[in-house]
């Protein structure tokens, strides 16, 4: 660290990009007091003039996450409501994936943080303007916000360390009781090129976006 970084005013939001860093890089585990003072050269002590306490502390880094999902979702204005919405989902699971700690902290936040207005008054403006009406403007950011923040990432996670080779008999066992399911992965592991392999999460996340966005455009044209 310089000199002018030592120097440089400790504030709440060098504080907050501190945890969030953190958290980034090895989890929500490794932000504490201490290890934040360490990163910006100062005594956990006196972070508490900043952030009343670790809950605080919590508090503030989601709300940071949800800012820059909001501020990077503001931007993005397409030529129809659905390619606005669609986009800023990605843009939106983009980001959640850089701050893989954020979805499952945030839904254990008791309030919404401040900055989540402004995203869902994004949201609300565009499909409104599109001819949504408010009750299905409301399941809208209901269904698209469990969307971004729950979906998982592989529905059997691969085991650690890389390809392993099948045990064979155990897949002989798992094809006597699972027939359907194990079908399944040998068409779409042989389908030809293009097709999901086990498990393409961004092409999966796309494919479900699209069946709400499909959902949501019937019932906005039922209102027609």
């Not at 950011?141 to 890389?162: K, M, Q, T, W, Y």
């Amino acid at each position: 660290m310089s000199v002018e970084q030592a120097k440089e005013p400790l504030t709440r939001a060098r504080i907050l990009d501190a945890a969030v860093r953190l958290a980034d890089a090895s989890g929500m585990r490794a932000v504490t007091m201490r290890a934040i003072g360490d990163e910006l050269d100062r005594e956990a002590m006196s972070l508490y003039h900043h952030v009343a306490d670790k809950k605080a502390l919590i508090a503030g880094m989601v709300d940071t996450v949800v800012a820059e999902v909001a501020e990077s979702g503001h931007a993005i204005h397409r030529g129809d409501w659905r390619s606005t919405v669609r986009d800023r989902c990605l843009e939106a699971r983009r980001i959640m994936l850089t701050h893989p700690w954020a979805p499952s902290v945030i839904a254990q936040q008791e309030e919404s943080p401040a900055s989540a207005f402004a995203l869902y008054d994004d949201l609300v403006g565009t499909v409104l303007e599109a001819g949504f009406d408010h009750a299905l403007a409301h399941r809208a950011i209901h269904a698209l916000g469990s969307l971004v923040l729950g979906f998982s990432n592989e529905l059997f996670d691969p085991a650690p360390g890389g390809d392993v080779e099948p045990d064979e008999e155990a897949m002989r066992a798992m094809a006597a009781t699972f027939p359907h399911l194990l079908e399944m992965a040998d068409m779409e592991l042989h389908a030809a090129e293009g097709a999901l392999s086990m498990c393409d999460t961004q092409a999966e996340f796309e494919f479900t976006l699209g069946l709400v966005l499909d959902g949501l455009e019937a019932r906005r044209a039922a209102l027609a």
